[in-house]
């Protein structure tokens, strides 16, 4: 398209080029042809004009010398001497002039008087005929006078007889022969014109069609026609007449008009121009095939050069498309010298020049990917090979220790029931044998259940549940297992509380619980006298930025470690000395565990030890200012809330260990607190699946299992556990005490039911009818023990605004279920807590749940969130 | 105690040794072993057994599959599953396959003599 466009566009550039070139060159030949017509008209007629002036004057001179003849004439001179009359004088003139073919003769004497006439003229004619032919100025214009539209030839000539005695003038017709001769001589028409204020008077001409027809050689008035102007005698002028054009030229004559002394004459030759101009025409057609040979020449030469210019450049084109295409083997087919031709040949060496660099391009490119893939495989593979052997080197060390850890009790184990078989043991070694291989197997069960944490947390399958976790009931839990390990080792244990501090705290109180438990486990375990103690404290640290954080600080006066120890310290299986596992017992799992756990909580654990002289472990967790979360600034601020004090006198005694499972925290903690009040130990689970698992794999005197859970809810769990032969009883703690959900207790193999809220003198009674008794007073209620049963009371109120913003949101979006399990869990709690009312309250509202929906009703709802502000604000 | 026929199918043999002496405690004088399943089956089809203490964690024919078996030999057959790995998924597999106790080992004896108990309850 760009191609055809590119040689159109040079066609018709070089065609209307040549064209233009070519009608310049026609019409300067034209106007010189024409130029050339003029000047070859305008010479004939200055040559017309000689001729004609010098006949006239061979005329006039012959004329002139005949009348001298006569004016010679004796007779005459003796005539016109002795004064003859006039009638005599003309008569003899009469005859003089007609031997020279004369037609009139005038006589003047010396005074100018006319003497005798053979013509009749008025006197104003007569006077101007004097003037004209005596004057000597007029002498050599061949004088020409007309008479009545008939021009004569004037001549005069002096009379002398001895004296001068008068003068003759002679006229003589110009005959129409004359100028029929002439005209013949010269080609060229010729007109006696009488001119008078610009208007022109034909006298006589030579032109047919100037001329009316007559029948002799008289001359005739002809036909008036416009005479621009009768002046500049000599010059050629172009006359129009009767609508043809004529190139004229005027003669210089001097005519006399004898009729009006305003007329002047002109004679006029002309010739024809349109006559010319057909010699133009003749040129024109012998000129025109050279024109059109020309255009033709010019159009196949436009042609010629358009391909030319055109077709190089078309094969450029195509190239270039072939090299943007990424073909660079199209050769050019331009063999053309000059530009075209250097331009193809630079393109063909630029194409080679492209061709060349690209496939280096694709060269370099090539083995740059061939490096970076090489070099990306030995990444990879090298980093594959370390993580191998990282993973071989744990693996093998992990299986060393578990080997080693497994290995150490077995062997205990095995040795000493060997000895057993050994009848020659004495009662009391083999009592000794039995608790040593009692307390191995004891170990390895906790080894393996260490074990088994640590691979959860490698596979990521611990989640922490991060709640508003008060810390005063945990750190009393945490305070009675210590107590009661120090007591046991000998040393003392001491928990310091830095007040003010939060009284809730956001973090997974079972986790936090656990790392705190380890920690002080161990250094307990590490502690051989001296004593054990737990800070907590409330502060800031400096990370990224600054934070508020919670400090739990073990301090111990045990062995301390060194700074080799120190390294390896929270490494998988890496306890400081082997032979201190044989000393201390312990898997080495335990910091392990409690670092990991502490980061899944946002916080680390930090140490400082010295060695013989103890250590300092400083667990923090990230703990942000709530500007309405309590501070606690006393113990006894803590204590103020108790509701129980009275009622700690009542708590039965009591062992062995029950299983508790609810998914709701703040039960989960009360009916702990409630359980270990007694004595007897707790573990809890949050919901069917692990209650399962761990009343199977454990030996519990009693499970309380809440039936509604998340997971698997009581009734299935209760029902599995049945099935799976689990005989203990199993109670079913449930806030539906309907008949229905007791019957659904019955069926799944629980033994009874309780039902929340949980009434603590009702419960107690629970715990001694499936619990035995214990003799020890291991309860006795401290008062400086922090009262765990307040500070419980004091969370679930400080809870309460949270789930009045939680029930809202959950009313706006409808999301019924969501109400209904926070409904179920106020009316569970807050009775157990002492708000009897709002227990009730919500009982009621549980009822009406399912009908918000329909009634549009808003009122029970507001209502009960009115009975919860009640208690928020302390009305109830 | 009494007079049942005890079957126990463990490929370990000081656990089959362990659980025998265990229930010998228990007056049980009728105690079988089998160390793998097909000799499990061949006992079970062959002898009068009232309770089999079953391992699941067993070469080749694992105990889901024994106790598959066995109760395709006799549905109301009185299994107990003794193992190591108490997740829940086991436990409601062998359940939901019909064995009539979960036994996790480290056990005590009182589970045994739970188990007993329930035969003798039936």
Redo the contacts between chains.
Sequence with gaps: MRIRSLQNKIFILVVSLFIAVFVLNFYSIIKAAGKQAESLIEARLNVGKRIVLDEFRTEQSSFDSNVATIAQDWGFRQALGQGVDSRTLVNILQNHINRISGDFAFIFDTQNNLIASTLDLPQHSLERLQQTAIDPEHKDNMPLAIIDNTPFFLSSEIVEAPIEIGQIVVGKALHSSLFTRLEEQISLGITLISTSQNRNTGVFSTMPMLIEPTHDDTLNPFLSFSFINASGEGHTQKLDLYGAEYITVSLPLNIVNLNSSQNSFVIVLHDSLSQAMSIFDRFWIDILPFFFGGILVSLLGALAIARDITRPVKSLLEAAKYVANGHYSAKLQIKQSGELGQLAQEFQNMQSAVMARENEIKQQALALQESEKNKFEAEIAHKERLLAEEATQAKSQFLASMSHEIRTPLTSIIGFSETLQVKSMNPEEQVQAINTINRCGTHLLNVINDILDVSKIEAGKIEVEVMPTPIFPLLHEVKQLANMQAHNKGIDFELNLNFPLPLVIKSDPTRLKQILFNLINNAIKFTESGKVSLTVQHGTQTLQHETQTLFFIIQDTGIGMTEQQLEKLFSAFTQADSSITRQHGGTGLGLFICKQLSSLLGGHIQVKSQYKLGSEFKLSLPCPQDTEAKQVTNLSEAKRLSLLSEQAQLIPCLKGKVLYADDNDDNRRLVSYLIKQTGAQVITAENGEQAVELALANDYELVLMDMQMPVMDGIEATELLCSAGFSKPIIMMTANVDKDSIEQCKQSGAVGHFGKPVDTIKFHHLLTEYLPKSTANNHEPSLTDIDNFDDMAKQFLSSLPEKVEYLKTAYKIQDLVAIQDIVHQIKGSAGSFGYQKLSEQAAAFEKTIQEIKQEQNHEPFEFFLQQINHVIEGVE | MSNIQVLIVDDVSNMRSLLSSSLRSLDISTILEASNTLDAIEIYEKKQIDIVFLDLHMPKIDGFEALKKIRLINPKAFV??VSGE???DN??K??LMG??????K?Y?L??IK??I??YHKQ
């Design positions: 107990v599953i108490n997740s829940i436990v409601k062998a359940i064995a009539k106790g979960f036994i996790v480290p005590q009182g589970k739970e188990m108990d329930k």
